[in-house]
């Protein structure tokens, strides 16, 4: 690591004001050289601990860059993770004020409930379709506090940025059918994305590391070399299997996941 302790709770500071004034700040990533993923995780963990020190609650996990693609876009070789907190829960049929983020964008995800504690190292695709109690359909409302690019040079901003800022988390809605694991066939999960009654996104989940439940899989492993795990009760959101779809005030967003069902969601 390179940041030092007040440097890792200045950016959570600055993360933290961001957020709740609408301003996007400059880019991390730019602020020292060489600076690494752990610097990036020991921002977004600082910045958690001041919104759970306000009562907020850690209800689960998101999972990004499940994607070979973004991967490769971002210049590493794994997925990212962020921290999904009690207020970011919405369920379908949701108003959600526009203006309250910055560049608000929609992606098609499956939420996972976790009935069971997974615990790493060693943790596979059975232990993590064991522990779910149930799958559901679910938007990811991603968010960037930190700015997308430098406004004099044009950088654009890393995963060293993205990961800081919570994995670009900001909201999840929840909708559709809930099912349990062993009831469908995860990777043909699919799913439309309309906005305004247009589609503008559409995918399957196998996109997700070929099998939703594989993203699982690498976060409880990936917990673990911090002494962390997954606990009973968390929901975990999987990764995307869409481009991500700007939502801008006035739009309203229907979600279709076939026999799953659809989540519906307006920005007011």
Not at 71 to 95: N, T, V, W
Not at 201 to 209: D, F, I
Not at 239 to 245: E, M, N, R, W
Request: charged content about 20%; aromatic content about 6%.
């Amino acid at each position: 690591m390179i940041l030092t302790p007040d440097a890792i709770e200045s950016w959570a500071q600055k993360l933290d004001e961001a957020e709740q004034t609408r301003r996007t700040i400059s880019q991390l990533s730019a602020s020292a050289e060489g600076l690494t993923v752990a610097d990036s995780y020991a921002v977004q963990r600082a910045w958690v601990d001041r919104k759970v020190a306000r009562g907020r609650r850690v209800i689960g996990h998101k999972i990004g860059l499940t994607s070979r693609a973004m991967q490769l876009a971002s210049g590493i070789d794994e997925p990212d993770f962020g921290i999904l907190l009690d207020d970011m829960l919405h369920y379908g049929g949701a108003r959600l004020a526009a203006d309250a983020f910055l560049t608000p964008r929609l992606e098609v995800e499956l939420a996972f409930y976790l009935k069971a504690p997974l615990q790493g190292p060693g943790v596979t695709l059975f232990d993590v379709l064991s522990a779910t109690a149930w799958v559901a359909p679910a938007l990811e409302l991603i968010d960037a506090r930190i700015e997308l690019a430098d406004p004099e040079s044009g950088r654009r901003r890393t995963v060293i940025d993205t990961i800081a800022d919570n994995a670009a988390n900001a909201a999840l809605i929840v909708g559709g059918q809930v099912r349990a694991p062993e009831a469908i066939d995860l990777p043909r999960v699919a799913a439309t994305l309309h906005r305004n009654e247009v589609v503008e996104a559409s995918g399957v989940a196998a996109a997700v590391l070929g099998h939703p439940a594989l993203g699982i899989v690498w976060l409880a492993n990936r917990l673990a070399e911090h002494g962390e795990g997954l606990a009973a009760g968390e929901i975990v959101l999987c990764g995307s299997f869409t481009a991500p779809v700007a939502a801008r005030p006035g739009d309203s967003f229907f979600a279709d996941y076939g026999e799953l069902g659809t989540i519906a969601v307006h920005f007011s």
